[in-house]
C-alpha cells in the first residue's frame, strides 16, 4: 500500500490518451473528448500511429514520439497491447496510468510497470474524475460537478450511473474513482490518498470485495480519524453464512456480520443503498454532533409525530426518551392550554412559529434529550416558511442537533431552501429523517470505538501464559487440535473465566464413583475429540440423582453415539455437580476466525436453539470494557439482562470482562482458531461457563490468524533515564496523548516548529493531532517520552516516530524534543529507541528529511550513525541509517 506517485493520478499536469481515436462511440474518442471539454489545462497529448491529429489535437505516433513525459497516461487499447505499452511509457518517465480494457494478462501488466515505480489504476476502471482540476480522464457519458464528496467504487458502471443520478440531485464530487480490477492501486491506496486530500471532507466506498485486508483497515480506520467515511457493500447476497465447521462461533460468524463488525471498528458507517449512501453523509456534514442517543419528536400532528415514534422503538439505534419533570414543567408553560406534554411533543394544528421556537427552546436545553426531530405538516393555518425560519434562529441561538421534516410536496420548497442554507439536515419523509438520526447514532458509536485503543495488559496475563503454553502446545500434538475438556477449562480459568469442576472417567462406572464424590445431581457428557456438538449425538444428560441413573446413562450414551457417530473416537465421560445458579440467564460467548478479517469474538444467547435464535453480534478483538459492554448493547438478549419482576438484573460487568479476558486469552495464544463457551450462565453473582470446547492449529502468517487491529504493545514500554538523572517512561503514542502532544507543541519555539515541519506551524488542528496520537502500530511507530507534570497529569516531552514501507525497506524519520529540554539526552535516548525498535523489525533503512539550518538534528544524526548527503530539494539534507536487515 502506497500513495507514491498518486499525484499523478489525481492532479496530473501533461496526459497522453494511448489510442485515442475518432471513432463514435469509442473509449479512445470518449475520453478525448471528456478531457478536452472538461477544460483540462495541461497538455493533451494523443497517441494514434494511424492519424495526424486527433480531435483537433496534433497526435503522435507512438509513446517514444512523444514530446515530453505525461504524467498520467490513459491506455484505451487492447489488453494484449497493454503491458509494452507500460514498458515504454516507465522508461518516458510516466508515473500513472488508467488502463481501460478489462482482458490484461495483469502478471505481464505488473511486471511491466513495477520496474519503473509506475502506478496502475484498473484494468477495467472508467477512469478518474477530479471536477476541481478540471480531470475527466475517463470514458463516462457525463462530466461531474465540483463537490466535497469523493466516491470510490470496483464497479465501473456503477461509478457512471451514481454520476446519472446526482446530475438532477445537484450532487457534486471532489473526485470518483472507478478502480476496476484494482490490480495495482487498490481501495485502501485511494483511501489513504484521499484521507489527506483537502478538497475531499466525506470518503463513500462502493466495496464488492476486499483483496488485501491488512491495508484496507488501517486505511479506513486512518481515514475516519479525519472526516466521515461511509460505505454500501455489493454482493451480500453471496454470502451464505459463516464458516463451516463444527463450532457454533464457526458458524455464526457470517461473512457480512464481520464485515460490519470491522466497518464499526474502522469508525466508519455502513448504509444499504447508494440513496443512503448519500443522504447520510448529507446527514453528518449538517448536523451538529449529538451528545448521546436520545430522540424528541416535536410535531404539529399526532400521526406523523407516533409514527417517528414507532420507527425510533422499531429499530436499533436511538430511543424516544422519556423527558424530565422539570422539562415537561417548562413545556407546559409554552403549550396552548389543553396540551399534555410529554415525547412525543404535540403542538397542535393552528400553532404560531414562535410557540415552536419556544417549544425547541426547551427540549435543546434538556439535559436528557441529544436530538430534536421537528415535523410540520402543512395546512392553511400557520406558515411552514415562518416555523421553518423560528427553527433555524432558535437552533443558532441554543446550539444542538436538531432535524427537519416538512412533509408535503408542493408547499415545503420555501421551507427546504432555508434549512439547506442554514446547514440544518432536513428530510422528505418521516422513514428518512428516523434513518437520519440513526446515521448520527451509528457514527458516534463507531467513533467512539475508533478511539479505543485496548491494551494487551487489562490484566496479568504472565502466570496465564505460563499455564496455556503447555496446554496449547498439547492440543497441538492432537489430531484435530481439540482440547480435552479438563485443559479446555484450565485454559479458561488461567485468564480468570469462572468454569464448573469436571472429571474425566474411563467409564460408566468411574463415572458413578466420581459422582458419589462431589455430589448429585450430576451431569454426564460423552469426552470425544471428534464431538464438538455432544448434544447433536446424544452425549449429554443431565440432573443424574444416583450412581444407578449415572451408569445407565452412560450405557445410553455410548449406544446413540456409536449410532450416529460410528467413526467418533470416544475416550470415556466427563461428570459436573450440576450447577444451581438461580435467575441465569444462558448466553453464548465464543472465537472464530474469518477468511479476510480474521479472528472475531462472538457473543450472543446461548442454549441449544443458538443457531436459531441468532440473537448474537461479531467484534474484533482486541477488547476493552467499553468495547465489550458495547458488544453487548447491540443483542437482543441485552433486555433479557436487566431486571423482571423478582429476577435481578445480570451482572454486566461480569460478562464485559469475560469478553475482555477471551479476548486476552486469544491475543496470548493465536494458535486458538476457534472457541465455544455455551451456556454461559449470567445473573447477579457474576458469570460461569458451564460447557466450553477449544480447537488450535498451528500458526501461520495468513489473514483467518491474523488480528485486524494491532492491540497496543505494552511490551515495548521501558523506563529510562535522562543526564540529570529525571526518570521517565518511554513508550508508544496512544489516542489519549492528544492533549499532552498539543501541550507539547505549544510549548516549542517557532524555531523547533520550522525544523519539525518544514513551515510554519504554531497550533496543530484536532484532525492534525489525531492523526499523529492514533496510529496503526503494524505501519507506523511513536515513541514518546513521558513524565507526571506538576499537576500530577502526565506531560510529554517529546516523541520519535517513523512510517514504514509495506516493504519494511524503508523508514522515514521525524523527531521534536520540547525546547527547553535541549542538552538532556533526550533526543538520544528516543532515536536510539526507534533504532532498536526497527533492527527488532529488520528493517532496511531509517531516514530522515532535514533542513540544512537545523545544526542539533544534524549533529544528532552523525551521532547516531546516520550518513549525510544533499536532498533533492535546495537547502533539504538527506540523512539515511543503513540498517541491513531487510527482507
Known amino acids: 500500500m502506497s500513495v507514491l506517485n498518486l499525484s499523478s493520478l489525481f492532479a496530473p499536469h501533461s496526459i497522453a490518451v494511448i489510442g485515442a481515436s475518432e471513432r463514435p462511440r469509442s473509449v479512445g474518442a470518449t475520453v478525448m473528448r471528456n478531457l478536452l471539454d472538461g477544460l483540462f489545462p495541461g497538455p493533451i497529448m494523443p497517441v494514434n500511429p494511424k492519424r495526424q491529429a486527433v480531435a483537433g489535437v496534433l497526435s503522435y505516433p507512438d509513446v517514444a514520439a512523444l514530446p515530453l513525459s505525461p504524467d498520467l497516461a490513459v491506455l484505451c487499447t487492447p489488453g494484449a497491447t497493454v503491458p509494452a505499452l507500460l514498458d515504454a511509457l516507465g522508461r518516458k518517465g510516466t508515473r500513472a496510468a488508467i488502463v481501460a480494457a478489462d482482458e490484461v494478462d495483469t502478471a505481464a501488466m505488473l511486471a511491466a510497470a513495477r520496474p519503473h515505480g509506475l502506478r496502475l489504476l484498473g484494468g477495467a476502471s472508467l477512469g478518474v474524475l477530479v471536477p476541481r482540476a478540471r480531470l475527466n480522464a475517463s470514458f463516462a457519458h457525463l462530466a461531474a460537478s465540483p463537490g466535497r464528496v469523493a466516491f470510490v467504487s470496483q464497479s465501473g458502471p456503477l461509478c457512471a450511473a451514481v454520476l446519472d443520478w446526482a446530475r438532477p440531485r445537484g450532487i457534486g464530487f471532489s473526485c470518483i474513482v472507478s478502480l476496476g480490477d484494482g490490480a495495482e492501486i487498490d481501495i485502501a491506496d485511494v483511501i489513504d490518498y484521499l484521507a489527506n486530500d483537502e478538497d475531499t471532507k466525506a470518503i463513500l466506498l462502493h466495496v464488492e470485495a476486499i483483496h488485501a485486508r491488512r491495508e484496507f483497515m488501517p486505511a479506513v480506520r486512518a481515514a475516519a480519524r479525519n472526516k466521515p467515511v461511509l460505505m454500501a457493500r455489493g454482493g451480500r447476497s453471496r454470502d451464505r453464512g459463516g464458516t463451516i465447521g463444527p463450532f457454533m462461533a464457526e458458524a455464526l460468524a457470517a461473512p457480512d456480520e464481520v464485515f460490519d463488525a470491522a466497518v464499526r471498528r474502522a469508525g466508519a458507517l455502513r448504509v444499504e443503498t447508494i440513496d443512503e449512501l448519500f443522504g447520510a453523509v448529507e446527514t453528518l456534514a449538517r448536523s451538529k454532533q449529538i451528545r448521546g442517543e436520545r430522540l424528541a419528536v416535536l410535531s404539529n400532528g399526532a400521526s406523523p409525530a407516533l409514527m417517528a415514534i414507532d420507527e425510533i422503538d422499531a429499530t436499533e439505534g436511538g430511543e424516544a426518551t422519556p423527558l424530565a419533570p422539570e422539562t ?37 436545553e434538556a439535559m436528557e434529550v441529544d436530538g430534536v426531530l421537528i415535523i410540520h405538516s402543512p395546512n392553511a393555518l400557520v406558515d411552514g416558511t415562518e416555523v421553518a425560519r423560528a427553527v433555524i434562529e432558535t437552533q443558532k441561538r441554543c446550539h444542538g442537533a436538531v432535524l427537519a421534516c416538512w412533509i408535503g410536496g408542493e408547499t415545503t420548497g420555501p421551507a427546504l431552501r432555508l434549512f439547506a442554507d442554514a446547514g440544518l439536515p432536513n428530510y422528505g419523509s418521516i422513514g428518512a429523517a428516523v434513518r437520519g ?29 505460563a499455564i496455556a503454553r503447555p496446554i496449547v502446545l498439547a492440543g497441538l500434538a492432537r489430531p484435530g487440535g481439540m482440547l480435552g475438556d479438563p485443559e479446555t477449562r484450565a485454559l479458561l480459568a488461567a485468564y480468570g473465566i469462572p468454569t464448573v469442576e469436571s472429571i474425566v472417567v474411563a467409564s460408566g462406572e468411574e463415572a458413578a464413583a466420581a459422582a458419589d464424590r462431589i455430589g448429585y445431581p ?3 457428557t460423552v469426552s470425544s475429540p471428534d464431538l464438538a456438538r455432544k448434544w447433536d449425538v446424544g452425549g449429554v444428560a443431565l440432573n443424574l440423582e444416583t450412581a444407578e441413573a449415572v451408569r445407565a446413562a452412560a450405557d445410553g450414551i455410548l449406544q446413540r453415539v456409536r449410532q450416529t457417530a460410528p467413526e467418533a473416537r470416544l475416550e470415556g465421560f466427563a461428570v459436573q455437580r450440576m450447577v444451581l445458579r438461580p435467575h441465569s440467564r444462558q448466553l453464548m460467548l465464543g472465537i472464530a476466525c474469518d477468511p479476510l478479517f480474521g479472528p472475531v469474538i462472538v457473543f450472543g444467547e446461548g442454549g441449544r436453539a443458538v443457531e436459531l435464535v441468532r440473537d448474537h453480534t461479531v467484534t474484533l478483538p482486541p477488547l476493552n470494557l467499553p468495547l465489550a459492554r458495547q458488544v453487548i448493547a447491540r443483542t437482543r438478549i441485552s433486555r433479557r439482562l436487566e431486571a423482571h419482576g423478582a429476577r435481578p438484573e445480570a451482572d454486566r460487568d461480569a460478562i464485559a470482562e469475560a469478553m475482555v479476558r477471551l479476548s486476552a486469552m486469544l491475543v496470548d495464544n493465536p494458535e486458538i482458531v476457534a472457541c465455544d463457551i455455551n451456556p454461559l450462565f449470567s445473573n447477579d453473582q457474576g458469570v460461569l461457563a458451564v460447557d466450553a470446547r477449544i480447537r488450535v492449529a498451528p500458526p501461520d502468517d495468513s489473514d483467518l490468524r491474523r488480528l485486524s487491529i494491532l492491540p497496543y504493545p505494552s511490551a515495548l514500554e521501558e523506563t529510562t533515564t535522562l543526564h540529570d538523572g529525571t526518570p521517565v517512561l518511554l513508550r508508544p503514542i496512544r489516542p489519549e496523548d492528544e492533549t499532552a502532544h498539543a501541550e507539547l507543541v505549544g510549548r516549542m519555539s517557532p524555531q523547533d516548529l520550522r525544523y519539525r515541519f518544514h513551515g510554519s506551524t504554531r497550533k496543530l488542528e484536532h484532525h492534525q493531532l489525531a492523526r499523529l496520537t492514533q496510529i496503526d502500530y503494524d505501519r507506523e511507530m511513536a515513541f514518546i517520552a513521558t513524565r507526571p507534570g506538576l499537576d500530577g497529569r502526565p506531560e510529554t516531552l517529546g516523541v520519535v516516530r517513523t512510517s514504514t514501507d509495506a516493504d519494511n525497506r524503508h523508514a522515514e524519520l521525524a523527531i521534536l524534543v520540547r525546547s527547553d529540554l535541549k542538552g538532556t539526552g533526550l533526543g538520544t535516548t528516543l532515536m536510539d529507541k526507534i533504532v532498536r525498535h526497527h533492527r527488532a523489525r529488520h528493517t532496511g533503512t531509517i531516514g530522515a528529511q532535514v533542513l540544512a539550518e537545523n545544526e542539533a538534528m544534524l549533529r544528532l544524526a552523525r551521532r547516531c550513525g546516520f550518513a549525510l548527503r544533499p536532498g533533492t530539494d535546495p537547502g533539504v539534507v538527506d540523512c539515511r541509517l543503513p540498517l541491513g536487515d531487510a527482507p
Open 328 to 364: 415537561l414543567a417548562k413545556l407546559a408553560g409554552q403549550l396552548p392550554r389543553g396540551c399534555t406534554p410529554s415525547n412525543p411533543v404535540l403542538l397542535g394544528a393552528g400553532v404560531p412559529a414562535a410557540t415552536y421556537a419556544a417549544a425547541l427552546k426547551v427540549l435543546l
Open 437 to 465: 438520526f440513526r446515521h448520527l447514532v451509528h457514527y458516534r458509536r463507531n467513533q467512539a470505538m475508533l478511539m479505543e485503543t485496548p491494551p494487551t495488559d487489562l490484566i496479568d496475563t504472565r502466570p496465564a501464559r
Open 522 to 524: 450430576v451431569a454426564l
